[in-house]
């Protein structure tokens, strides 16, 4: 699920579609409701069969709407205007080589809303240039930013990230790929562990 404030949208995956309703039919929905634990009724705006959906995200200006399904690798991203007038036609897709994503993380800076880190199920760690519709290419010229990637998040103002590796360890990133900082493994960490999730706070 996630939620485009600015354009008061909310958009969520099930089984077998994507849907897409405004967060104001949602208030207005739960206004009947008696109870805090009663299961309201809702009529999303929008339904698209679309199968088997493992992420979803949308920009931080609201603008496009990305989308990974659990097999075949690589996204689509749907413009936002589009899409909440009706038009399910998604605006590009972006191939992978059919490695499944595990993860898309949306800039956090809305001058860069169109930059989207996207993690494979193979540790692969690229960058989305959603203006450029491919993915941006590190130092060494290639599209991976770093290997062995479990999770990433972005620094408050999206211009580096950090990036957990499978041996429990991290690494903070700029946005070509360098290596800016390494941070350990924890001690205390057990032995065959690794990080799923991880915040870039600004201390």
């Given at each position: 699920?996630?939620?485009?404030?600015s354009?008061?949208?909310?958009?969520?995956?099930g089984?077998?579609?994507?849907i897409?309703?405004?967060?104001?039919?949602i208030?207005?929905?739960?206004?009947g409701?008696k109870?805090?634990?009663?299961?309201?009724?809702?009529?999303?705006?929008?339904q698209?069969?679309?199968?088997?959906?493992?992420?979803?995200?949308?920009?931080?200006?609201?603008?496009?709407l990305?989308?990974?399904?659990?097999?075949?690798?690589?996204?689509?991203?749907?413009?936002?205007?589009?899409?909440?007038?009706?038009d399910?036609?998604?605006?590009?897709?972006?191939?992978?080589?059919?490695?499944?994503?595990?993860?898309?993380?949306?800039?956090?800076?809305?001058?860069?809303?169109?930059?989207?880190?996207?993690?494979?199920?193979?540790?692969?760690?690229?960058?989305?240039?959603?203006?450029?519709?491919?993915?941006?290419a590190?130092?060494?010229?290639?599209?991976?930013?770093?290997?062995?990637?479990?999770?990433?998040?972005?620094?408050?103002?999206?211009?580096?990230?950090?990036?957990?590796?499978?041996?429990?360890?991290?690494?903070?990133?700029?946005?070509?790929?360098?290596v800016?900082?390494?941070?350990?493994?924890?001690?205390?960490?057990?032995?065959?562990?690794?990080?799923?999730f991880?915040?870039?706070?600004?201390?």
């Amino acid at each position: 699920m996630s939620i485009a404030s600015s354009r008061g949208l909310l958009a969520a995956a099930g089984p077998d579609s994507l849907i897409l309703t405004s967060t104001e039919s949602i208030r207005n929905a739960y206004k009947g409701a008696k109870s805090k634990e009663e299961v309201v009724p809702l009529e999303p705006q929008l339904q698209i069969p679309i199968p088997r959906l493992s992420c979803l995200t949308f920009t931080v200006d609201g603008s496009h709407l990305v989308i990974a399904a659990e097999q075949g690798g690589g996204f689509a991203a749907f413009n936002t205007d589009r899409l909440s007038g009706g038009d399910t036609k998604s605006a590009f897709e972006v191939p992978t080589e059919g490695v499944a994503i595990k993860a898309l993380v949306p800039n956090p800076a809305v001058e860069l809303a169109h930059i989207v880190g996207v993690v494979l199920e193979n540790g692969h760690l690229f960058l989305a240039n959603l203006q450029e519709k491919m993915f941006a290419a590190s130092e060494s010229g290639r599209p991976t930013m770093y290997e062995g990637v479990t999770c990433m998040a972005w620094s408050p103002r999206g211009k580096a990230m950090i990036a957990g590796l499978q041996n429990g360890s991290a690494v903070q990133l700029s946005q070509t790929g360098k290596v800016m900082a390494v941070i350990p493994r924890p001690p205390e960490l057990e032995a065959g562990k690794i990080g799923m999730f991880i915040p870039y706070r600004c201390l």
